[in-house]
């Protein structure tokens, strides 16, 4: 098997279940409790705060432990609306962002809540003017993905940030797809919240941070117990937290080798699909993309039956979201960045790890060539479109 669907989840790194392991059976006391026993808990826990706040520039107590990235998304938008709601009520966002923010926004919006969607550019870019002329006296909120977890482009999150402070209002980032890729700092960039997941980064599944700067009032999301500083209530998810603490900090220490790395061949696999693959496109900006990310559309072909074959020969890649598999409408992100339907349903996207190697990336190509012949050969747009094109040569 060749698996090249990194974005969606990634497995989980063997030093990373190694220590994990012993919260599940021999220290498996409550982090809560006032025994002694649990202290072994209480302090890997307070370790896994520390490591994930140094990836980003943040204080520990800044960083605070959730059931994932939607689960912190959610968080960000509904407790600030919540807690700002007497200032203003008015959101603005990204067309391209995760489902996460955009179903959420779209509950705000039924709650009474106004919520701008600023365009992108061709590339998948935030239009930085478009976003600051959205700002109105009663914004509180802007929420922009760090980087697009289908197409890959990194937003410029310092220049949101800093048009975020010059006005007054709180800034989020969705850094799922960034957090422990690529470089991030809280201060630097002016974010206030920030999301993130442990599945992307050789963690475990069901474990997410919120990072919360010091003085953003915003309340629980999830009530019940005093956990997380009484912020978020629930019986702490001990292995989780040692296991996402771990990860980051392992992939913070290989950012700079593994990036070099999925950089060459990714831009090796963009290379070669752009000139032996006809009527071609790469999606998102050439440069400013995630290191692993690649993300191409195929005239007269339909993405899902290209993903079967792709299947058939043991190759893993998808069409976008994996939170949006089961649709049969295009990409959101591939329609707001301009593409027509009929090209958008015809998208694959292949995202490396540290593992991928050449003789992977090479057979996935020779693969899809083949794979995509076969399919416009069955296409009658196709034929069409060829006759065409013979009759003017």
């Not at 629980?220 to 978020?232: D, K, L, N, T, V």
């Not at 296991?243 to 392992?250: L, Q, V």
């Not at 191409?296 to 976008?320: N, T």
Request: net charge negative.
């Amino acid at each position: 098997m060749i698996y090249l669907d990194n974005a969606a989840t990634t497995k989980v790194n063997p030093e990373v279940l190694s220590e994990m392991l012993p919260y599940f059976t021999e220290h498996y006391g409550n982090p809560s409790a006032l025994y002694s026993f649990a202290g072994e808990t209480a302090k890997a826990v307070a370790e896994a705060r520390e490591r994930v706040a140094k990836v980003i520039g943040a204080n520990a107590e800044e960083i605070y432990f959730t059931g994932g990235g939607s689960e912190s998304d959610n968080w960000a938008l509904k407790a600030t609306a919540e807690a700002y709601g007497k200032k203003g009520k008015h959101i603005i966002t990204s067309k391209i962002e995760h489902h996460a923010i955009l179903h959420t926004a779209e509950w705000l919006e039924k709650q009474g809540y106004e919520v701008t969607y600023v365009d992108v550019d061709e590339n998948g870019t935030i239009r930085l003017d478009e976003l600051e002329a959205a700002i109105r006296p009663d914004t509180i909120l802007i929420s922009v993905m760090a980087a697009n977890n289908e197409i890959g482009t990194i937003q410029p999150l310092k220049e949101i940030g800093a048009i975020a402070r010059k006005h007054g209002v709180l800034f989020h980032t969705d850094a799922v797809q960034a957090f422990a890729h690529i470089p991030l700092n809280v201060d630097e960039m002016n974010i206030d919240m920030l999301s993130a997941s442990g599945h992307k980064i050789n963690g475990p599944k069901g474990i997410g941070i919120m990072y919360i700067r010091k003085g953003v009032q915003i309340r629980s999301f999830i009530h019940g117990g005093a956990q997380e500083r009484q912020r978020r209530a629930g019986t702490h998810n001990v292995p989780g937290i040692v296991g996402i603490g771990k990860a980051a900090e392992i992939s913070a220490r290989n950012m700079e080798k593994n990036n070099e790395q999925e950089r060459k061949l990714r831009d090796h696999l963009i290379q070669r699909v752009l000139e032996e693959i006809p009527y071609s496109r790469l999606n998102g900006d050439p440069q400013k993309r995630l290191p692993n990310n690649a993300n191409f559309c195929f005239r007269f072909i339909e993405g899902e039956s290209m993903l079967i074959l792709l299947d058939q020969a043991g190759i893993c890649g998808s069409s976008g979201s994996a939170c949006t598999s089961g649709s049969l409408d295009p990409s959101h992100v591939l329609l707001a960045i301009g593409l027509p339907h009929e090209i958008a349903h015809g998208s694959l996207r292949l995202t490396l790890s540290e593992e991928t190697t050449l003789e992977e990336i090479d057979y996935t190509v020779d693969t899809l060539k083949k794979i995509i012949e076969r399919l416009r050969s069955m296409s009658p747009l196709y034929e069409d479109f060829m006759k065409k094109e013979n009759s003017n040569v």
